[in-house]
């Protein structure tokens, strides 16, 4: 069993502390112990790893990559029970990966990191947790992209009677058989959701701001055969994993340079929609404005039926205002409810991380960013040294496994740490010029993406309506820029004598 430390007054030291336990942190933990650097902890606010997949729990919560393609390269999974798995599989995965690669003896649970702060006299980070302090000479924080809950300042909402909740914190005391439940947010989660619970309620009632494209999703279960030839001939298993990459490497230019080739796909989706919503008005309420791919294509096979259900009422505007037990959508609908649950996204582009976070002149992450991120190959920060951030700024996907980018960054970790050693340095601070360089190449690329042209506004943005989520190329491409570290990139802090 990993120890749940008690709060500790003596500040302990370790060569890198990890923050965060979901695949990026475990990950990370993963290629340190591989590099020979095992003088690390991995500290986790929650009492288990698992991160995206131990916090969402809501009925019907799947991967929507290929399992095959949603797992790291290092562990394949012979056994996932389906093409897209569900949350039990995957957070069972994780539990599998951290007992396989030695991980338990480094993590600590219960361990809240509050504050990190670097300091130039020691050349190493302070971290302030909710078990103790500890100094580190390098901080992985891998605290996760979509990990804190975003709950909109809707009038009124204190006055609701009933149970709220948000997607990402699903409560599972509260049994929803028979209630009047309203869903706000037609997203990623949102069509999970709708055809998990729609069954079972006695009204749904979803407020949708935007439509989103839907694409049918070729979900099956992995059959004996399938799950034989993956054991027995591991080749075969690279193989498809090897296909299921090749194809979404292929759709990437017309992502970022050929939005009009997503044409065809949006064809595909009017034509998903039509078959399965005979009901033209509710059709048309359901039919998005802008050009597929500009915000997430969902995959589902069930949320159109769900909506067309006689329990189900489609509000096409957001939620404006509660009233005690009467909720009111923005075009003036009335709507009685038991319940209210928010699907409503995460703190994307502010992350609650970066307040906590101080750099060497001072200033929060938060503070020096001003609402836009921005970091040197999508994982250091200028002023930051010895900070590497996993799923940092544009490095998200559109339309593959978030696992082969956090993969690259972890290559470019543990490079900058191995070579740190051989360079007689203590710490790596990005360069300015290089950060910035790096940046107006990343944002030069995204003008023609449809991202930016498709039309819409989307949570890749960020408050300056600048794109500092999306990785506006191939994963492949990330990871030739991310194989090796460029020194030149780089300004070397010497280890201070006080200390050595
Ligand atoms: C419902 C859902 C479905 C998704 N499906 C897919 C998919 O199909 N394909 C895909 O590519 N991506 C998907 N994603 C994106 C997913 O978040 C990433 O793929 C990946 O799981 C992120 O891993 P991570 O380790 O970076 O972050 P997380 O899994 O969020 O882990 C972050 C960890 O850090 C911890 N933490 C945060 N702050 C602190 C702190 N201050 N101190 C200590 N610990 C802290 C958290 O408790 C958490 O355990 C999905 C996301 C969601 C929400």
Known sequence: ?????????????????????????????????????????????????????????YPGCACDVPSHLYSFSFAPNPRWPRSFSGQPQIRAYLEHV??????????????????????????????????????????????????EPRIPAVKGLDTFPGRVFHSSRWDHDYDLTGKRVALVGTGASAIQIVPAIQPQVRRLTVFQRTPAWVLPRADREISAAEHWLHRTLPTAATLRRAVLFGLREMQVDAFVHHPRLLGAVQVLARYHLRRAIADPELRARLTPDYRIGCKRILL????????????????????????????????????EADALVFSTGFHVTDLPAAERITGAAGRTLAEQWGGTMEALRGTTVHGFPNLFLVIGPNTALGNSSMILMIESQLNYIVDALTRLGALGATALNARADAQRRWNDRVQRRMRSTVWTTGGCTSWYLDANGRNTTVWPGTPSRFRRETRRLTLAEYDLIPRPTAAS
């Open 1 to 57: 069993m990993a120890s749940t430390p008690a709060p500790d007054t003596a500040t302990r030291h370790v060569r890198v502390a990890v923050i965060g336990s979901g695949f990026g942190g475990l990950g990370a933990g993963v290629r340190l112990r591989r590099a020979g650097i095992t003088d690390f902890v991995i500290l986790e606010r929650a009492a288990s790893v698992g991160g995206t997949w131990r916090d969402n729990t």
């Open 300 to 335: 589902s096979n069930t949320y159109y039926p769900a909506l067309a259900a006689p329990n189900t009422e489609l509000v096409a505007a957001g939620l404006a205002e509660v009233r005690g037990s009467t909720l009111v959508a923005a075009d003036g609908t009335e709507t």
């Open 98 to 147: 951290t007992d396989t690669f030695g991980l338990r003896p480094h993590l600590r649970f219960n361990t809240e990191v509050s504050a990190a702060r670097w300091d130039a006299d020691t050349a190493r980070w302070q971290l302030a947790t909710t078990a103790g302090d500890w100094t580190a000479d390098a901080v992985v924080a891998a605290t996760g992209p979509l990990s």
